[in-house]
């Protein structure tokens, strides 16, 4: 199996900055793509930004311009920086990846418990 553990959630101003990172651990022979996706109250979870292990990536035209997805491959880790921040910020943040087990042939999706970001004055 494979645990995504995320940090950096919390509180922040409008027009403020928040930092997240997810670490992938376990028994991992590769990770393809990983992402970000949030889940607002009441609604279904959406796409944030994913970034695959060639570093490409894309974004939802609503943070496009204030979000950065990166990640260190070496760690295992996905970070989302998030400048800018407005209201409508406020959510779970939950991490995903693309991960292969060592061993098997299988690329199976993961998911985090997530993290809650929320943007208040």
């Known amino acids: 199996q494979v645990q995504l553990v995320e940090s950096g959630g919390g509180l922040a101003q409008p027009g403020g900055s928040l930092r997240l990172a997810c670490t992938a651990s376990?028994?991992?022979?590769?990770?393809?793509?990983m992402g970000w996706y949030r889940q607002h109250p009441g609604k279904e979870r959406e796409l944030v930004a994913t970034?695959?292990?060639?570093?490409?990536?894309n974004y939802a035209d609503s943070v496009k311009g204030r979000f950065t997805i990166s990640r260190d491959n070496a760690k295992n880790t996905v970070y989302l920086q998030m400048n800018s921040l407005k209201l409508e910020d406020t959510a779970e943040y939950f991490c995903?990846?693309?991960?292969?087990?060592?061993?098997?042939?299988?690329?199976?999706?993961?998911w985090g418990k997530g993290t809650l970001v929320t943007v208040s004055s």
């Open positions: 995903n990846a693309d991960a292969q087990l060592r061993g098997r042939l299988v690329v199976m999706n993961y």
């Open positions: 376990g028994n991992i022979f590769r990770i393809n793509a």
């Open positions: 970034i695959t292990s060639g570093l490409s990536t």
